[in-house]
């Protein structure tokens, strides 16, 4: 199944919305579902969930609707998903510890194997999800070791294109970023960055002054 070249970030966000939805029919033993039924749950239109769809090629049977257990192991397909991701999280204050802690990124293949530090008082021991911290100076020893592919960064502003750099250099090509601040990084390196910040202003925003 081929990706076509310029499928919408939209398109995208879509997909991993339809696969939870999929996911959790699958655990309730639905078998078959119609656009227009995958549609209402989602909170989106049938015809965007086919045009969506499209962009991967054939999925559903017209009149009949949609293999759940079919349609959910071809969008984790496309989404690269048929396989684990090892995840490193690097700066392990409150939001760090809590992001490792979430099991839902577990059920989704998304697994945490490390966690990296600055903080000598920090390096050295355990988190309480069981994930190890190391100095960040290890990330170049682990990343291949523990064939770490995503780098999740919640260190404070000020540390945080640091920590991309040594994420970069450890051969890290995908990272997360949750600190309050744009990173750099060179050509061939995803970046997507988390604002809180920016959301609870835009909610802010559409509760008090409409």
Same mark, same amino acid.
């Given at each position: 199944?081929?990706? !076509?070249? #310029?499928?919408?970030?939209? !398109?995208?966000?879509?997909?991993?919305?339809?696969?939870?939805?999929?996911?959790?029919?699958?655990?309730?033993?639905?078998?078959?579902?119609?656009?227009?039924?995958?549609?209402?749950?989602?909170?989106?239109?049938?015809?965007?969930?086919?045009?969506?769809?499209?962009?991967?090629?054939?999925?559903?049977?017209?009149?009949?609707?949609?293999?759940?257990?079919?349609?959910?192991?071809?969008?984790?397909?496309?989404?690269?998903?048929?396989?684990?991701?090892?995840?490193?999280?690097?700066?392990?204050?409150?939001?760090? #510890?809590?992001?490792?802690?979430?099991?839902?990124?577990?059920?989704?293949?998304?697994?945490?194997?490390?966690?990296?530090?600055?903080?000598?008082?920090?390096?050295? !021991?355990?988190?309480?999800?069981?994930?190890?911290?190391?100095?960040?100076?290890?990330?170049?020893?682990?990343?291949?070791?523990?064939?770490?592919?995503?780098?999740?960064? !919640?260190?404070?502003?000020?540390?945080?294109?640091?920590?991309?750099?040594?994420?970069?250099?450890?051969?890290? #090509?995908?990272?997360?970023?949750?600190?309050?601040?744009?990173?750099?990084?060179?050509?061939?390196?995803?970046? #997507?960055?988390?604002?809180?910040?920016?959301?609870?202003?835009?909610?802010?925003?559409?509760?008090?002054?409409?």
């Amino acid at each position: 199944m081929a990706k !076509t070249l #310029k499928v919408p970030e939209a !398109t995208i966000k879509r997909l991993s919305i339809y696969m939870r939805v999929l996911k959790d029919l699958e655990k309730n033993g639905i078998e078959v579902i119609s656009s227009a039924e995958l549609a209402e749950i989602c909170g989106v239109n049938a015809a965007q969930i086919r045009k969506d769809l499209t962009y991967f090629g054939e999925f559903g049977i017209r009149g009949v609707g949609y293999y759940v257990k079919e349609l959910h192991f071809d969008i984790r397909k496309v989404l690269g998903l048929n396989q684990k991701r090892n995840l490193g999280l690097i700066g392990v204050g409150n939001l760090g #510890k809590a992001l490792a802690s979430y099991r839902n990124f577990s059920d989704h293949g998304y697994n945490f194997v490390a966690a990296f530090d600055a903080d000598k008082a920090k390096v050295g !021991t355990t988190l309480p999800c069981g994930i190890d911290i190391y100095h960040i100076d290890k990330l170049k020893q682990l990343v291949p070791e523990l064939n770490i592919e995503i780098a999740i960064i !919640t260190t404070p502003a000020s540390a945080a294109q640091d920590a991309a750099d040594a994420a970069i250099k450890a051969g890290i #090509k995908g990272i997360l970023n949750f600190a309050p601040v744009q990173i750099s990084v060179p050509d061939g390196i995803r970046v #997507k960055k988390v604002d809180l910040t920016t959301e609870f202003d835009n909610l802010a925003y559409h509760l008090f002054t409409s």
